[in-house]
C-alpha cells in the first residue's frame, strides 16, 4: 500500500511562506470583484474544463442500490432545482432547508440552492421537532425540502413558521395527498433545464447557514459566504491530497459542515469522483463500500475509527482495501493507538484535521509528506495564523507545553461572517483581535498543537456537539422534571457521552420506567445523539449561592477529576 502519488502540498515549509489564497485564485480563475457561486464552481466550470463526462457522484443506498452522476449530470440536476426554486418564488439570500437522508437530492438540492442565489441550510434528518422548530425560527427558512419520510416533523410545525411559504418534497408518490403550502418536485421527471442563469453571487454573498451549538443559549448560524470556496478548495487539494484520478470518501453527512465543506465542495470543485453510503454504519459495510468502490482517499472521524479497531483487524484482512492511498480524520481528537492501528492495518496513517463549523474549513492539520506524531492535531494550514492564548490575559504566548486557548487571526476565506441574527455572540468570539475557537491545547518546539479539551461545557459525543443547555431545556418541558443538569461522561466509543442529572417533582419516583420515557422524549424532541445515556436522579442538584447550577461538579465526578474551588457551593 505504499503510495507514489506526489503530494499536491510539495513541502509545508515552502508552503507556508507563500500565499496560499492568491493562489487559489488564480487556479480557480477567480478575479476579486468578479461573479463567484459555489455550485457553478462545482458543476459548470467543471464541464467547461473537458470533465462534463467524468463521473462526479457515486451513491449507494440500502441493498446496494446505485445511482452514477456525471459532472454534466450535477450541471443539469443544479440548474433544474435552482430553476424550480426561482418558480416558486424563491428569493436571493432566502434560507432554504434541506432536510434529507442522504439520499442524492441532498446534494444535487444543495447545489441548486447555491445556483438559485438562495442560502442553503442543511438540517439532519434525524433532527427530532424541537432541534427543527428552534433553526427553522431562527433562520426564518422560506422554504424546507424534505422527503415522505420526514415531511410529517415539518408539517407538525408549519403552524409555528410563519415564514415558511414551501415545505417542497422530493419523493411524493402521490398516494397521500399533498397539503396547505406543500408542493412535489421530482428531479427525474422534471425536464432538464439545459441553461440555467447561475445567480451572479460575489464573494461576501451568503451561502450557507450551518447551525452549531452553544454554552448558553440556543443554537447559533454560523454564516458562510460563497468565497469560502477558495479555503475549501486549497485545504482539500492539500490536506485531503485530492487528485484528478481518486475515488474519494467523506463518512461525514451534510447537516455537518464536514459534509459540505469536504462532502460536496471541496471534491466537486477539484473534479474529483466523490462517493457516499447512505446506510447505517457497521464495519462489515463500510469496509465493503471501500472495497466495491475501490475508495483512495477516505475523510472519517475518531468515533468510526474507534468503533473499526473494536470491530477488529480480522474484519480488516477479509476485504481489500488494497485501494486507500491517504487517510485523513476530524471532528474530535484522534487518539495517537488509532493512528498506529492504521498504520498497522491499512498500512497508511490516519491524518488528523482540526477546525469548525464557524472556521468552514481546515486550520490545523496533518499533512502527506509532513512528518506525523501520532495524538497531534498536527500544525497550522499555510496562510493561517493560528496561535495559543493566555487563559487569563489572551494574550499569544510562544513557551512550549503551556495550555493555552487556540485562537486564529480572522480573514482567512471561508471564516464565518456572523451568527445569523446574533451579532453579540458573534463578537464575543473575538478577543485581542484573534478569534476564539473555545478549544484548548498546547503546542511543542517544532510547532505541533496538541488538543487538551474544550473551554465551556460543550459535550462532543461521536463528533456531534451537543449544548447542556438545549438538553436541560427539552428536559424541562417533561413533565416529571423539576431541574436538571446535563454534562459529559467518558464513553470507549463516542469519546463523550450525555448524562443528565434529574431531581423529579413531587409525586413522581426516579426509576427505571422513567428514565426510558425521558430518553425517548429527548430523542424525539432533540435528536438520538442528544439524548442522556445516562440519567441519575438526585435529591438536590449543586448550585452556587446564587442559584446556578454547577454542572462543574457533577462533571469533574463523572471524569474522576478533582472538583477544583467549590466555595461558591451552596449546598456541598
Ligand atoms: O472541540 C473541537 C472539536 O470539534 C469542535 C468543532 O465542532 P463542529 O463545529 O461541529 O465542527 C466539527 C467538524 C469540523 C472543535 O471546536 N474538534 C474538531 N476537530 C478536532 C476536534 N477536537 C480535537 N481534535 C480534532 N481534530
Known amino acids: 500500500m505504499e503510495t507514489t502519488t506526489k503530494p499536491n502540498i510539495g513541502s509545508y515549509d515552502e508552503r507556508v511562506k507563500g500565499s496560499p489564497w492568491a493562489l487559489a485564485e488564480e487556479e480557480l480563475g477567480y478575479k476579486p470583484g468578479s461573479d463567484i457561486n459555489i455550485a457553478w464552481y462545482c458543476t459548470d466550470r467543471i464541464c467547461n474544463m473537458g470533465k462534463a463526462a467524468k463521473t462526479a457522484f457515486i ?80 433562520a426564518q ?37 399533498l397539503q396547505e403550502r406543500e408542493v412535489a418536485f421530482s428531479l427525474e421527471q422534471a425536464k432538464p ?9 460575489k464573494a461576501e454573498s451568503p451561502s450557507l447557514l450551518h447551525y452549531t451549538s452553544g454554552t448558553t443559549g440556543m443554537p447559533k448560524g454560523a454564516q458562510h459566504v460563497h468565497y469560502s470556496l477558495i479555503s475549501q478548495y486549497l485545504t482539500a487539494k492539500w490536506v485531503l491530497d485530492l487528485h484528478d484520478d481518486d475515488i474519494y470518501w467523506c463518512t461525514a453527512d451534510p447537516g455537518w459542515v464536514t ?44 468515533t468510526a475509527i474507534r468503533a473499526l479497531m473494536k470491530a477488529g483487524d480480522e474484519a480488516v484482512k477479509k476485504h481489500d482495501l488494497s485501494s486507500l492511498r491517504h487517510l485523513a480524520s476530524v471532528g474530535e481528537p484522534l487518539n495517537s493507538e488509532a493512528v498506529t492501528w492504521s498504520e498497522r492495518v491499512f498500512g497508511l496513517p490516519f491524518h488528523d484535521s482540526y477546525w469548525q463549523t464557524e472556521t468552514g474549513s481546515i486550520m490545523i492539520s496533518n ?43 480572522p480573514g482567512w476565506p471561508a471564516m464565518m461572517r456572523s451568527y445569523w441574527n446574533n451579532e453579540e455572540v458573534y463578537k464575543k468570539k473575538f478577543r485581542n483581535g484573534w478569534y476564539l475557537t473555545g478549544d484548548r491545547a498546547t503546542r511543542d518546539m517544532d510547532g505541533y498543537y496538541w488538543f487538551v479539551g474544550r473551554d465551556d461545557d460543550i459535550i462532543n459525543t461521536a463528533g ?12 424541562l418541558e417533561h413533565p416529571a422534571v423539576a431541574e436538571s443538569a446535563v454534562v459529559s461522561k467518558p464513553d470507549e466509543i463516542n469519546m463523550e457521552v450525555v448524562k443528565a442529572f434529574v431531581t423529579v417533582k413531587p409525586g413522581f419516583i426516579g426509576n427505571d420506567d422513567l428514565t426510558l420515557e425521558i430518553m425517548n422524549f429527548i430523542r424525539k424532541k432533540l435528536s438520538p445523539l442528544a439524548m442522556p445515556q445516562e440519567i441519575e436522579y438526585t435529591p438536590l442538584l449543586p448550585k452556587t449561592r446564587s442559584g446556578k447550577i454547577m454542572r462543574r461538579v457533577l462533571k469533574a465526578k463523572e471524569w474522576g477529576q478533582e472538583i477544583g474551588d467549590t466555595s461558591t457551593l451552596e449546598n456541598d
Open 59 to 138: 451513491w449507494e443506498g440500502m441493498g446496494g442500490a446505485e445511482k452514477r452522476y456525471t459532472f454534466n449530470d450535477l450541471r443539469l440536476a443544479s440548474n433544474t432545482f435552482a430553476a424550480f426554486l426561482q418558480g416558486l418564488g424563491i428569493k436571493r439570500e432566502e434560507r432554504v432547508c434541506l432536510f434529507l437522508d442522504r439520499i442524492p437530492e441532498l446534494y444535487l438540492g444543495f447545489l441548486g440552492v447555491l445556483k438559485a442565489g438562495a442560502v442553503a441550510q442543511p438540517l439532519f434528518s434525524a433532527f427530532g421537532d424541537e432541534s427543527l422548530l428552534v433553526r427553522l425560527e431562527n
Open 141 to 177: 427558512t422560506t422554504a424546507v425540502i424534505t422527503q415522505r419520510k420526514h415531511v410529517g416533523k415539518v408539517r407538525k410545525l408549519r403552524e409555528k413558521l410563519p415564514c415558511l411559504k414551501y415545505i417542497i418534497v422530493v419523493d411524493d408518490d402521490g398516494k397521500k395527498p
Open 193 to 201: 433545464v439545459e441553461d440555467f442563469k447561475c445567480a451572479d453571487t
Open 259 to 302: 459534509g459540505t465543506s469536504y462532502g460536496i465542495i471541496g471534491p466537486w470543485s477539484l473534479g474529483v469522483t466523490s462517493c457516499v453510503l447512505d446506510v447505517g454504519f457497521t464495519s462489515e459495510s463500510w469496509y465493503q463500500f471501500i472495497q466495491k468502490r475501490r475508495v483512495t482517499v477516505w475523510y472519517s472521524a475518531p
Open 367 to 409: 499533512y502527506p509528506g509532513l512528518k506525523i506524531k501520532p495524538g497531534s492535531m498536527g500544525k497550522p494550514f499555510p496562510g493561517i495564523t493560528a496561535t495559543l492564548l493566555d487563559l487569563q490575559t489572551f494574550e499569544p504566548f510562544t513557551e512550549a507545553g503551556k495550555i493555552g486557548l487556540i485562537a486564529v487571526k
Open 464 to 475: 456531534h456537539l451537543v449544548s447542556p443547555f438545549e438538553v436541560e431545556s427539552a428536559l
